[in-house]
């Protein structure tokens, strides 16, 4: 069983930096797939960043070039690190493991993911 906690959310003015942090415990969590999914109030949620057991990532668009995603394996965490916060960033941002391989064009789907943290908010101010 894998178990997720995330932490790092709040409140943050546009242009802005924060860093969420995920903690995982379970025997596999090490050889998940881990993500950072994010959903906004009335819309689906959505991936953020993902990176695979071997080291693959991928990035939503909208975020490209402003969030890095990384892990500390000896530490079971998981990381997200977001510069150049907008507004539009708000949301409750969770972190997800998933199965060790996930074929890159559905990496970012949120339904390939099983495990799934409670979730941390972070609101950007204009």
């Known amino acids: 069983q894998v178990q997720l906690v995330e932490s790092g959310g709040g409140s943050v003015q546009a242009g802005g930096s924060l860093r969420l942090s995920c903690a995982g415990t379970?025997?596999?969590?090490?050889?998940?797939?881990k993500g950072w999914f994010r959903q906004a109030p009335g819309k689906e949620r959505e991936g953020v960043a993902v990176?695979?057991?071997?080291?693959?990532?991928s990035y939503a668009d909208p975020v490209k070039g402003r969030f890095t995603i990384s892990q500390d394996v000896d530490k079971n965490t998981l990381y997200l690190q977001m510069d150049s916060l907008k507004p539009e960033d708000t949301a409750m941002y969770y972190c997800?493991?998933?199965?060790?391989?996930?074929?890159?064009?559905?990496?970012?789907?949120?339904?390939?993911?099983?495990?799934w943290g409670q979730g941390t908010q972070v609101t950007v101010s204009s």
């Open positions: 379970g025997y596999t969590y090490r050889y998940n797939s």
């Open positions: 990176i695979r057991s071997d080291g693959k990532t």
């Open positions: 997800a493991a998933g199965p060790s391989y996930i074929r890159e064009s559905s990496l970012l789907l949120p339904g390939y993911y099983g495990y």
